[in-house]
């Protein structure tokens, strides 16, 4: 007798509630701290980050703990609402140590941490947002190429995203996994020259640094895969804001801008080049909310979910923000226009946690698996 199986979950695409009332806080948080003169005059300081910025968006609305049980010191949320955090994140292109504290370095932790313990402490830190993390790893390894970046608490690593601001470094080594604090003897952060001056980059070297082991290399490879899986996940939520943007400004550019008497944006070449974006948006927001739900409800094909959002995602922002510049008539190549800081966050996120064809080639990977 054959025993029927259940048919799987259907993912839910829409959002709630709750998340709309939280967009709307971040929204409206990001709209009167983070515009885009604050952004752009951040880019050109030594300090891209607002330390006032950070605590408003991880302390008064509570993001920084979304992904964080309550028992832990979090706000017991889920990928959803992390989610919807770094859409809006990605409509301002707002300079935050989001992505990496709040999302990998977080739920890396999260791999290792019971009720108790250094990673369970660290997490609690996190989620308060007196403190940030990021994992010690280059900004372009997809999650499939999870290894430990050292052999031990020596040695570089080039490409960290957001060093230069964390409290704390989590190390891979052939060990196992390394709390080590920025400030300590041994550990030099020499900040680089990224494309993306929202997201700054930089040179970890560690001489005789020592730190606190969280977890053995095996339990080690499996936290930081889980990590830089969620990382990828969500950075599609955040392409996905960041088309959006680059949409939705482009269509009220071409309404206003007027030539031989008409907007621009009656032309007919015009419109099927913008319609064409709306439609590519609109399927990478499905791919992105698809992603977030798997992480969310722990689904068995998240591994597939974000490899299809990641392969989708990435080169439609891309290509949104190439139409925003060049249908800005070349005044968004400009300094004082924000499209170029568009165009550069959506070069960058390219190839962060995986290029669009490590993405591919994880997805016919993954289909060639047999059914369990």
Same mark, same amino acid.
């Given at each position: 007798?054959?025993?029927?199986?259940?048919?799987?979950?259907?993912?839910?695409?829409?959002?709630?509630?709750?998340?709309?009332?939280?967009?709307?806080?971040?929204?409206?948080?990001?709209?009167?701290?983070?515009?885009?003169?604050?952004?752009?005059?951040?880019? #050109?300081?030594?300090? !891209?980050? +607002?330390?006032?910025?950070?605590? %408003?968006?991880? @302390?008064?609305? =509570? $993001?920084? /703990?979304? &992904?964080?049980?309550?028992?832990?010191?979090?706000?017991?949320?889920?990928?959803?609402?992390?989610?919807?955090?770094?859409?809006?994140?990605?409509?301002?292109?707002?300079?935050?140590?989001?992505?990496?504290?709040?999302?990998?370095?977080?739920?890396?932790?999260?791999?290792?941490?019971?009720?108790?313990?250094?990673?369970?402490?660290?997490?609690?830190?996190?989620?308060?947002?007196?403190?940030?993390?990021?994992?010690?790893?280059?900004?372009?390894?997809?999650?499939?190429?999870?290894?430990?970046?050292?052999?031990?608490?020596?040695?570089?690593?080039?490409?960290?995203?957001?060093?230069?601001?964390?409290?704390?470094?989590?190390?891979?080594?052939?060990?196992?996994?390394?709390?080590?604090?920025?400030?300590?003897?041994?550990?030099?952060? #020499?900040?680089?020259? !990224?494309? +993306?001056?929202?997201?700054?980059? %930089?040179?970890? @070297?560690?001489? =005789? $640094?020592? /730190?606190? &082991?969280?977890?053995?290399?095996?339990?080690?490879?499996?936290?930081?895969?889980?990590?830089?899986?969620?990382?990828?996940?969500?950075?599609?939520?955040?392409?996905?804001?960041?088309?959006?943007?680059?949409?939705?400004?482009?269509?009220?550019?071409?309404?206003?801008?007027?030539?031989?008497?008409?907007?621009?944006?009656?032309?007919?070449?015009?419109?099927?080049?913008?319609?064409?974006?709306?439609?590519?948006?609109?399927?990478?927001?499905?791919?992105?909310?698809?992603?977030?739900?798997?992480?969310?409800?722990?689904?068995?094909?998240?591994?597939?979910?974000?490899?299809?959002?990641?392969?989708?995602?990435?080169?439609?922002?891309?290509?949104?923000?190439?139409?925003?510049?060049?249908?800005?008539?070349?005044?968004?190549?400009?300094? #004082?226009?924000?499209?170029?800081?568009?165009?550069?966050?959506?070069? %960058?996120?390219?190839?962060?946690? =995986?290029?669009? /064809?490590?993405?591919?080639?994880?997805?016919?990977?993954?289909?060639?698996?047999?059914?369990?």
């Amino acid at each position: 007798m054959t025993v029927p199986t259940q048919p799987p979950a259907t993912p839910d695409l829409l959002y709630s509630q709750d998340e709309e009332d939280l967009r709307s806080a971040v929204r409206a948080l990001l709209a009167d701290r983070a515009d885009a003169p604050t952004v752009i005059a951040a880019t #050109e300081s030594d300090t !891209p980050y +607002d330390p006032r910025l950070w605590e %408003a968006l991880a @302390t008064g609305i =509570g $993001a920084a /703990g979304l &992904l964080v049980p309550e028992k832990l010191g979090g706000q017991g949320a889920s990928h959803r609402e992390a989610a919807v955090v770094l859409e809006e994140l990605g409509r301002s292109v707002a300079p935050a140590p989001y992505l990496t504290s709040s999302v990998v370095a977080t739920e890396t932790l999260l791999a290792l941490a019971g009720d108790a313990g250094p990673a369970a402490a660290l997490l609690a830190e996190l989620a308060s947002g007196a403190r940030t993390a990021v994992l010690a790893v280059p900004l372009a390894i997809p999650p499939a190429g999870a290894r430990a970046a050292l052999t031990s608490l020596d040695g570089t690593v080039r490409g960290v995203a957001d060093a230069a601001v964390a409290d704390v470094l989590l190390v891979p080594t052939a060990e196992g996994l390394y709390a080590v604090e920025a400030t300590a003897p041994g550990v030099v952060v #020499e900040p680089l020259v !990224p494309l +993306d001056l929202t997201r700054p980059l %930089a040179a970890l @070297t560690l001489s =005789g $640094a020592t /730190g606190t &082991l969280l977890a053995d290399a095996d339990a080690s490879t499996t936290a930081v895969r889980r990590g830089l899986l969620a990382g990828a996940g969500l950075l599609a939520s955040e392409q996905l804001g960041l088309a959006e943007w680059c949409l939705t400004e482009t269509v009220r550019y071409a309404r206003e801008r007027h030539q031989f008497n008409r907007p621009v944006g009656s032309f007919q070449s015009l419109k099927h080049r913008m319609a064409q974006l709306w439609l590519e948006v609109v399927s990478a927001r499905a791919a992105a909310r698809n992603a977030a739900d798997a992480l969310a409800t722990g689904s068995p094909d998240a591994p597939v979910a974000v490899a299809v959002a990641q392969a989708y995602c990435s080169g439609v922002a891309v290509h949104a923000a190439e139409e925003c510049v060049q249908l800005h008539g070349g005044i968004g190549m400009t300094w #004082e226009h924000p499209a170029h800081l568009y165009l550069k966050r959506a070069k %960058a996120d390219s190839i962060a946690y =995986g290029s669009a /064809g490590s993405h591919r080639a994880a997805v016919a990977e993954l289909a060639e698996l047999p059914t369990p």
